[in-house]
Every structure is written in C-alpha cells, then in structure tokens.
C-alpha cells in the first residue's frame, strides 16, 4: 500500500458545547430523537472531506463511492471552487432578480458556450429545475403547438426519479415515493423506460413533451437499450413533442462525457442540470433549452429569489471550469471502465451483475444474497462509503478525480466484501 493511500492521523476532536466532542452514537441519538425519520443513513457521522476522501468524527477516513448523488463530482471541498465562493461571498451574495447582477450574464455565456444551449434559466435544486421545465413545455404546448387549453400531457418514464415535490411524486411509480400525499395532478402518461415501442404508442396530439433519464440512477443505474435515445429524438420530431433529458445526476461529466445524451450524439430540446453544477458548495440547477421553447415564459410568470444569485453564479463558473480544465471529464472514462473491469472480475457467487457508464455503477446482487444494504456496512467497516439502492444494487459513483490506485484499493476492498457474505440482514443492521 502506497503512503498516499495510508491512514492518516486521526483529526483533532471539534470541540463541543462542553468543552468535548460528542460521539457518533450520542449524534446519532440526537438526529433520531429530533429530526425527521426521512432518510436511513449509514451509521457514520462525517466531518471533513478532500478529494476523493471523507473523515468521520473519529478520525477514520473513507473513500466517497457516492459524491453526494454526483454533486461532489469534482472532488470535494475542490480549492478553486472554494476560492470563488468565498471572494464572491465577501463582495455580493443576493440581489435577488429585481435587480441585474455582473455574475449572471458571464454564467449564461460561459454554460451556453460549453453545452451548446440557447437559452438558460437557473435555479436552486434539481427538483426545481424539473418543475420549471414541466410549467415550460407545458405553456410551450399551449401557446406554440396549439394544445386543448388544460389537456397538455407528459410522457414520463417508470421506475423514474426526478425529485421529491409534490408534482413530480405524482408521476413517481414509487410506492415510497408517492403512498399518502396524493391527490395528485393529471396531465402525466407513463410508459416503460428503454421501450420505444411504447412510448410511439403513448405519443398523442396532446403530448407536449417526453421526460426521462438518459440513465436511471436512483433505480440502479439502468441504462437503456443502444439506440433509444435516438429514436426518442426521431419521435419527439415526427410528432412535434419536446424532448426533455434530466441530466442532474447524469450531466456534468459523471458519465465520461460532459452530458450522457452525447453517448447517442443526440441533443435534446431541454436539459436539466444541477448538482455538480456547484461542485457541492451551493444549490444551483440550470434549465436548459432553446428559443423556441423558453421563449415562452415572459416576466412574472416564473422564477425565485435565489436563482441565478451572484454567489451560485461564480460558484458555478468556478465548478463548470475546473471540470473542463483539469480533465475530470475524460479521467471519468477512463477510472470508470478501469472500475467496471475490475467489478466485472471479482468472482462472487452474490454478483448478478455490474452495470455501468463512466464512473456512474452499479452492482447487481443476487437476491439471495439479503439485500444490498449488509454488503455497504461491510464495505464501510474497510473504508468505502457506498450506497444501497432499490434493495439489491450497490452504488458506486466517486468524484471524478479519482485515481488508478484509488480505484484498485476499492476494488481490493469490494473484492473481499462481495466474496464474503456480510452478517444476515438483522445483524447488519442492528
């Protein structure tokens, strides 16, 4: 093992309110007692992180195999985008849009220039950026195409994930996801993702636009069939349907190309971005699009306060240029087939499968193994923080300025894990 790979010293204990650090198990104990039950971590509390590598309030250090969902996929706390939030910070932070800011025009040149958009509205959260372009496509539809006011329909896809707001949990086939917090909205059809057939057959004169995922993340990293893009944009141009690609957890590099719809060298009318937009210092999400299709939108008919404020605009120069200067973008390919490979190569009897495109994986376990979640506990207990998905599926999709040797130390360690099986599914998590 290589001294860059070594465990450092434990770091210096934060001190607490008494003068000493609280412990894992007492903040642990605090997020139950009083936050909301919304999420079920891993049992690790972090404190620190630097590139590729993440430290617990212990002193321990892990290896990211998440990025925040691919937020962090320029590594984190990356010093040249921490420059630019905090010299942005000590001049100007909000104006909100009542007024003009001298960040907001150089972010509107500078991501049109490098996605090849015309147009461009920011917001904060991805969720938000998916909201926008449904209230877009739809107006589109009515005040270009000529839709039945009130019939406007969006052909999603299942098993999707695109956010958490009310309106996009309506069209979730997530039972998690959408069980209690209806009545939800209509104007929704939902075909089976990879399936071109089906989406034709959807198609109807009120189709105002097509909503997916060049890759379905949150689903497992389920790529779709060679070609289903392409006749995706053959559609949506026969039957003048807006073709609307949700790159917020795809885009931005993660899967080896700056966006994954350049795979299929197909362009979509509109693309949502988000996440790593800001390298994980700030929410900002971008919507996307063409003249004809944001044009639409006149002033006061959508917007927010802190969308495409000055801080998130520099801060987003800042991630968008690191990106493309240090090759984060082709190092993305290169670690991920190096990462694929290797999965691919470990001879467990659990692995199903190894999935797959750039640094955004995904291994398939068999569902005798006991699900995915003992196998990540595992993997944290050797220093690889790694995510359970849809019960089976371990995540894997580290920032991109991974390493070779960092992604051979992973492998030796998901090796060892995945040709052993973990404590059964009660022991793991209890």
Same mark, same amino acid.
């Given at each position: 093992?290589?001294?860059?790979?070594?465990?450092?010293?434990?770091?210096?204990?934060?001190?607490?309110?008494?003068?000493?650090?609280?412990?894992?198990?007492?903040?642990?104990?605090?997020?139950?007692?009083?936050?909301?039950?919304?999420?079920?971590?891993?049992?690790?509390?972090?404190?620190?992180?630097?590139?590729?590598?993440?430290?617990?309030?212990?002193?321990?250090?892990?290896?990211?195999?998440?990025?925040?969902?691919?937020?962090?996929?320029?590594?984190?706390?990356?010093?040249?985008?921490?420059?630019?939030?905090?010299?942005?910070?000590?001049?100007?932070?909000?104006?909100?849009?009542?007024?003009?800011?001298?960040?907001?025009?150089?972010?509107?040149?500078?991501?049109?220039?490098?996605?090849?958009?015309?147009?461009?509205?920011?917001?904060?959260?991805?969720?938000?950026?998916?909201?926008?372009?449904?209230?877009?496509?739809?107006?589109?539809? &009515?005040? *270009?195409?000529? #839709?039945?006011?009130?019939? +406007?329909?969006?052909?999603?896809?299942?098993?999707?994930? %695109? =956010?958490? $707001?009310?309106?996009?949990?309506?069209?979730?086939?997530?039972?998690?996801?959408?069980?209690?917090?209806?009545?939800?909205?209509?104007?929704?059809?939902?075909?089976?993702?990879?399936?071109?057939?089906?989406?034709?057959?959807?198609?109807?004169?009120?189709?105002?636009?097509?909503?997916?995922?060049?890759?379905?993340?949150?689903?497992?990293?389920?790529?779709?069939?060679?070609?289903?893009?392409?006749?995706?944009?053959?559609?949506?141009?026969?039957?003048?349907?807006?073709?609307?690609?949700?790159?917020?957890?795809?885009?931005?590099?993660?899967?080896?190309?700056?966006?994954?719809?350049?795979?299929?060298?197909?362009?979509?009318?509109?693309?949502?971005?988000?996440?790593?937009?800001?390298?994980?210092? &700030?929410? *900002?999400?971008? #919507?996307?699009?063409?003249? +004809?299709?944001?044009?639409?939108?006149?002033?006061?008919? %959508? =917007?927010? $306060?802190?969308?495409?404020?000055?801080?998130?605009?520099?801060?987003?120069?800042?991630?968008?240029?690191?990106?493309?200067?240090?090759?984060?973008?082709?190092?993305?390919?290169?670690?991920?087939?190096?990462?694929?490979?290797?999965?691919?190569?470990?001879?467990?009897?659990?692995?199903?499968?190894?999935?797959?495109?750039?640094?955004?994986?995904?291994?398939?376990?068999?569902?005798?193994?006991?699900?995915?979640?003992?196998?990540?506990?595992?993997?944290?207990?050797?220093?690889?923080?790694?995510?359970?998905?849809?019960?089976?599926?371990?995540?894997?999709?580290?920032?991109?300025?991974?390493?070779?040797?960092?992604?051979?130390?992973?492998?030796?360690?998901?090796?060892?894990?995945?040709?052993?099986?973990?404590?059964?599914?009660?022991?793991?998590?209890?």
């Amino acid at each position: 093992m290589t001294t860059e790979l070594s465990r450092p010293a434990p770091l210096p204990a934060a001190p607490g309110a008494a003068g000493e650090t609280a412990g894992t198990a007492e903040m642990i104990a605090t997020e139950l007692r009083l936050g909301a039950h919304n999420y079920k971590p891993l049992d690790v509390v972090l404190t620190r992180g630097e590139g590729v590598w993440v430290w617990d309030v212990e002193g321990r250090r892990y290896l990211d195999c998440l990025a925040a969902y691919s937020a962090v996929n320029q590594g984190h706390c990356h010093p040249k985008i921490l420059a630019a939030m905090v010299e942005q910070a000590s001049r100007l932070c909000l104006t909100s849009r009542a007024f003009r800011n001298d960040q907001l025009h150089l972010f509107y040149e500078e991501i049109a220039a490098l996605t090849g958009s015309h147009r461009v509205l920011p917001m904060n959260s991805g969720a938000e950026a998916v909201e926008t372009a449904i209230k877009v496509v739809r107006k589109w539809g &009515y005040r *270009v195409k000529g #839709v039945e006011p009130g019939k +406007a329909e969006v052909i999603v896809c299942a098993n999707n994930f %695109h =956010g958490r $707001t009310l309106g996009i949990v309506g069209f979730s086939t997530d039972p998690v996801a959408r069980g209690d917090f209806g009545p939800f909205a209509p104007g929704f059809v939902t075909v089976p993702f990879g399936d071109a057939e089906a989406l034709e057959r959807a198609i109807s004169p009120h189709t105002v636009a097509v909503l997916a995922e060049p890759i379905q993340g949150e689903a497992g990293v389920i790529i779709p069939p060679p070609g289903y893009l392409q006749r995706m944009r053959e559609l949506c141009d026969e039957h003048d349907v807006t073709m609307v690609l949700d790159e917020i957890q795809t885009g931005l590099g993660r899967t080896g190309k700056l966006l994954a719809e350049e795979h299929e060298g197909v362009e979509a009318d509109m693309t949502l971005v988000g996440k790593a937009l800001s390298g994980g210092f &700030y929410p *900002v999400s971008a #919507v996307l699009s063409n003249d +004809a299709t944001l044009g639409t939108l006149q002033p006061g008919q %959508h =917007g927010s $306060t802190f969308g495409g404020n000055p801080l998130a605009c520099a801060v987003a120069r800042a991630a968008l240029r690191v990106l493309v200067e240090e090759g984060m973008i082709e190092n993305s390919a290169r670690m991920g087939e190096r990462f694929k490979a290797g999965l691919e190569a470990i001879d467990a009897d659990v692995v199903r499968e190894v999935r797959g495109r750039g640094l955004m994986l995904a291994v398939e376990l068999d569902p005798a193994a006991g699900g995915a979640r003992p196998y990540c506990m595992a993997l944290k207990e050797r220093g690889i923080l790694a995510k359970d998905t849809h019960e089976h599926s371990i995540r894997i999709a580290p920032p991109l300025v991974i390493t070779a040797d960092q992604v051979d130390w992973a492998l030796e360690r998901f090796d060892a894990v995945l040709r052993r099986k973990p404590a059964g599914r009660g022991a793991a998590r209890a």
